[in-house]
């Protein structure tokens, strides 16, 4: 008697990953995933999650705007287009987030959402300050090495000296044999190796 291995349909085969995908989300307690939101529409898609009792997080920075020949500051979103949403996607029922106003969709892996490590937010959440702007200076130490990130002297290596009240960063730079104390936006700065 020889052994029949069954055949399966494609159905058979997409309810098997249904299964796989299903037992890996399981464990999953409230975790963090990833909204889309329309464009410069963060705010109102925030307000209408928080309205059904969802945790929302959309990450700020601050940011200089100029306008009639006025600079402000304002608090923009880090990630435009995105906000994080807290969900137990076992027990809560989260494909009304895609009916949200403001929301056209959820990132998904497959038919579930794509959930982000939590490492990943609870470390921008501790960066937060209390005006709601994301902290990046804290990173940096007088006399640490830092890389220029952006703008005229991209790519040049200095010295951080300090922060000054207005939120600008200070780096000493070595240009032409003679130091050089700059101000930059904290933003434009990144840590060298």
């Not at 490492?119 to 804290?138: F, I, P, Y």
Request: net charge positive.
């Amino acid at each position: 008697m020889a052994l029949e291995w069954p055949i399966l349909s494609q159905a058979d085969t997409r309810m098997s990953l249904h299964r796989n995908c299903t037992k890996a989300f399981i464990n999953t307690a409230a975790r963090w995933y990833v909204i889309q939101t329309q464009p410069r529409f963060e705010s109102r898609a925030i307000a209408n999650l928080e309205q059904q009792g969802y945790l929302v997080f959309c990450p700020r920075i601050a940011k200089a705007v100029r306008h009639a020949r006025k600079t402000t500051q304002i608090l923009a979103p880090l990630f435009p287009k995105y906000v994080f949403v807290q969900l137990d996607i076992l027990r809560e029922p989260w494909r009304n987030v895609n009916n949200t106003s403001g929301v056209p969709r959820q990132i998904t892996c497959g038919d579930f959402p794509q959930a982000v490590p939590s490492e990943v937010v609870e470390a921008m959440r501790a960066r937060l300050r209390s005006k709601g702007a994301m902290d990046w200076t804290h990173s940096f130490r007088a006399g640490r090495t830092v890389r220029i990130a952006e703008g005229t002297f991209e790519n040049f290596v200095g010295t951080f000296e300090q922060l000054d009240a207005s939120g600008r960063v200070h780096v000493l730079l070595d240009l032409l044999g003679h130091s050089v104390s700059i101000a930059l936006r904290c933003e434009a700065l990144a840590v060298s190796a």
